[in-house]
């Protein structure tokens, strides 16, 4: 018994030291941002310079990859046709892998847009092979000029993107990708969105000016960004071998000594997941990408020529999503310290209250991060901050979720990339139910999953209770609303969505008619 108590103390301890150097990466991201951040604007003096050593406007190829975008394909084709660049130097691909009305939809704003004078072509693949990056690859052969812009369907670019990113390209002669910042559609339109808009705001406020402006590797975030054809070509092309095709470039083109750019006063609305499951499915693709990133690069960084801080940075980047299987150990192994107190008093003990002091550093680390990103964004960031604790118990109900992401991409199983649904929610009136194409759906087993780690952190309650220890139970309550909060709202929005199958069908197919 004491060397399995031993061996538990000894895990607990290595995760909760694992968990306070993410927080504590925290505080160095928030540090570079203050001390580079100014880096990262675009400066009328330095535009007018790029664009004299620039010359004339070279042609841009903005691809728009799409599938089953039927609510907001239009919406992205027609702000990209609105973009301010000399029309004959833009080339528009669509490229639609649609199975659904989508496709008709696109065929005939291409054909509009055509008949406008507008250079665009609808790219139509019916095998999806390789999913996003297979049709990003597959239509460069096509692609006209020198650089190419990317949006993904969700996205309105904005009007000044081209003229404000294109001359950045001459800062550099190895300057491969620029990136700008995504804004929000609809962030009002519930407290999931609100939430959700503060933990995109973290990354391009505080992590990619951190990042850029202390010249460590940054990443392309798949879209609102535009790229030299040339380093995608030199990085070896767009690869369909993890989740996150973005990154994995990223770190491929960076590691073959090309330099990025990142804009943080560009920013193109997006629109953000309005359900549990949708974000839940967002968030499973991330991390699973993120860590089938870390395993195909972490030895090729490692072996680099980098300095020790590019490399400790890129790694703990890539490692990210580690936090959440982290804090799965974290709960499942309170229990047995708390219960086995009394015996091992000295051990095990004394390992919660030490768990306890590095716990609360670490987590005030994310606190404090997402705080200071809507300190530098808003006025109003004392109000907006009130849905920290929210941001705080869904990233921790979502625990289970990443943590089989985690597993899957550790051990190398495959999956397919599931998209997030896009229904043009841009104001609060606007109604998930009236824009989604039902089909009887299973429940998520992983739900099932959560729900019951949120009875088992209920028992540890009361276990602590129980032994009088009650300084972990703050981080007990979160964890279990966490749980509670996630479980609870993706069973509801399933059983809601199969109760509205059959009723709403004949009505969706009409009005698509």
Known sequence: MEILIGFLILVYAVDILALFYFGLHCYAMVWLFKKNGGSCYTKEEDLSELTQKMGDWPMVTIQLPMYNEYYVAERVIDATANLDYPKDKLYIQVLD???????????KK??????????????????????????????????????????DADFIPAKDFLKKTVPYFWAHPKMGMVQTRWGHINADYSLLTKAQSIGIDGHFIIEQVARNGSNLWMNFNG???IWRKECIIDAGNWSADTLTEDFDLSYRAELKGWKFKYLTDIINPAEL??????????????????????VKLIPKIWKSNENWKIKLEAITHLLNYSVHPLM???????????????????????????????????????MYFYMISQKALYKDWKRRIQYLPLLTVIGTGIAINNTKAWLEALIGKKSSF???????????TDKVVERSKYTKTKIDKVAVLEFLMGVYVMLTIAVAIDVKKYFVIPFLVLYATGFFYVSFFTVYEKIKHNLLAKKAEPAQTASLD
Not at 124 to 130: A, L, M, P
Not at 335 to 353: C, G, H, M, Q, R
Request: proline content about 3%; hydrophobic content about 40%.
């Open 97 to 107: 892998d649609s199975t659904d009305e989508t496709k008709l939809l696109v065929e």
């Open 273 to 294: 997941p309005a359900t549990v499951s949708a974000y839940k499915s967002q968030q499973f693709r991330w991390c699973k990408g993120s860590i089938q990133t870390a």
């Open 418 to 428: 599931v998209r997030t649904p896009k229904l043009r929610l841009e104001k609060n």
């Open 328 to 366: 799965v150990i974290n709960i499942l192994a309170t229990l047995p310290l708390l219960l086995f107190n009394e015996a091992y008093w000295d051990v095990s003990i004394k390992t919660l209250y030490a768990a306890a002091f590095f716990l609360s550093i670490g987590t005030f680390g994310p």
């Open 223 to 225: 879209t609102a960004g």
């Open 110 to 151: 291409v054909a509009e847009l055509k008949k406008q004078g507008f250079d665009i072509e609808h790219i139509h693949r019916t095998n999806r092979q390789g999913h996003k990056a297979g049709a990003l690859k597959e239509a460069m052969d096509k692609a006209k000029g020198e650089f190419l812009a990317i949006f």
